[in-house]
């Protein structure tokens, strides 16, 4: 089956910035799982793998304009130091993910404090080119609870 719109789709990838330096891999884990077409992925990852099926591998590179857009001056703002997730202890240059009303969005921390953080609300990659080493591992038919839902279920994607 070929990736595309309302399909699931479970993949490796290795991704490397424009001096070749690893960002970050899945390969030491579990392949990542999300919902072909529904804005899981940035838009430009997922039109560069739609039609392609499981068991390719390929390489992709992407502009900043076309993964997380063009490098900002820092844009800060205060948020208390609850609302940061993924570390019990913040220090500066940390990324943290925070809920917000366009969704959870990744910032820096610039400064922590005791019960407020600043933070640059710029993504951490923005400005960057963006290399993907991709491996597709399995694509199938979403379920229309998927569908509905907006969002990969079951291994890799979405518990509820």
Do not use: C
Request: proline share 6%.
């Amino acid at each position: 089956m070929k990736i595309s719109k309302n399909t699931v789709v479970q993949l490796h990838y290795t991704l490397t910035d424009g001096d070749g330096q690893q960002i970050e891999s899945t390969l030491q884990g579990e392949p990542v799982a999300y919902l072909q077409g529904h804005g899981n992925m940035i838009s430009a990852f997922e039109q560069a793998v739609n039609g392609h099926e499981s068991g390719e591998s390929f390489s992709f590179t992407l502009s900043p304009e076309q993964a997380y857009g063009p490098a900002r001056p820092p844009q800060p703002a205060r948020v208390p130091i609850k609302h940061l997730q993924g570390s019990k202890k913040w220090r500066k240059g940390m990324v943290a993910w925070v809920e917000t009303e366009q969704g959870t969005r990744q910032v820096t921390v610039i400064k922590p404090g005791r019960f407020m953080a600043e933070v640059d609300t710029n993504h951490p990659l923005s400005g960057k080119t963006l290399t993907f080493d991709v491996r597709i591992v399995a694509v199938r038919a979403a379920t229309a609870e998927e569908i509905d839902h907006g969002h990969a279920h079951g291994p890799g994607g979405h518990h509820h």
